[in-house]
């Protein structure tokens, strides 16, 4: 079946640094990614929506500043935190439809980030 | 706006036991339901769904959940629980808006399995 690969699984860095996570899909062409947050013990909250080719749509409250979207090809988005903080540490998992009508959803293995 | 509810935050099932997790939505059309589990620090994996058609719906693991239209439901069951399906479980719709699917999930019920 259809396979979403997410690098890194995890990652510890500084504060004021910025992280740069890659969602890719493996066998087939995806034009549109999803980015989900996951806080501890909460559910998965939609952040944005990676559009290859075009500006990715982030959902209300979501800095678009902080958050930068790059869908560089049918296989590839990536999600850049900037300027990390403690308060961004999370779980950030994304996700692509699959090519039948859009009705399916294929998620990476998620990227556990911690900002000391 | 769709909305997903799954109003057990916590269950715990002895081994063998059998399982329900509720799950409601809210949604205007017909929805596109979906059930992931999600073990410790991993990503999500898709137990089953439903789109159309019969509303007793077959999974992986022996899951299986049921559409429930007048009561706006898709609780999922499993008739005998074994110790490695402890996991956090969620109920998701999916909002078919111009890029697909966005999920919009519940917030998920975490599953204990006693022996």
């Known amino acids: 079946g259809a396979v979403v690969s997410q690098h890194p699984s995890w990652v510890i860095c500084k504060s004021g640094t910025s992280v740069k996570i890659e969602c890719r899909s493996l066998d087939f062409q995806a034009t549109t990614m999803f980015w989900y947050r996951q806080f501890p013990k909460q559910s998965l909250m939609l952040m944005a929506t990676?559009?290859?080719?075009?500006?990715?749509?982030?959902e209300q409250g979501v800095e678009k500043d902080k958050f930068l979207i790059n869908h560089a090809s049918l296989t590839l988005s990536t999600l850049t935190v900037t300027s990390a903080h403690p308060e961004d540490s999370s779980f950030y998992i994304c996700?692509?439809?699959?090519?039948?009508?859009?009705?399916?959803?294929?998620f990476g293995q998620g990227t556990r980030l911690t900002v000391v | 706006a769709q909305s997903v509810t799954q109003p057990d935050i916590h269950i715990t099932v002895s081994e063998g036991a059998s399982l329900e997790l509720r799950c409601n939505y809210s949604?205007?059309?017909?929805?596109?339901l979906f059930w992931y589990v999600q073990s410790p620090g991993q990503g999500l994996q898709l137990l089953l769904k439903?789109?159309?058609?019969?509303?007793l719906v077959q999974g992986i693991k022996g899951f299986e959940a049921e559409f429930k239209r007048s009561q706006s439901s898709f609780n999922l069951r499993k008739p005998s629980v074994h110790w490695s399906d402890a996991a956090e479980y969620f109920c998701a719709v999916g909002a078919m808006g111009n890029y697909g699917n966005k999920l919009v999930f519940g917030a998920g019920t975490i599953l204990r399995v006693k022996s």
């Open positions: 439903y789109f159309s058609g019969d509303t």
């Open positions: 990676s559009n290859e080719g075009s500006k990715a749509t982030y």
């Open positions: 949604y205007g059309a017909t929805p596109y």
């Open positions: 996700s692509a439809p699959s090519r039948r009508g859009n009705t399916e959803a294929f």
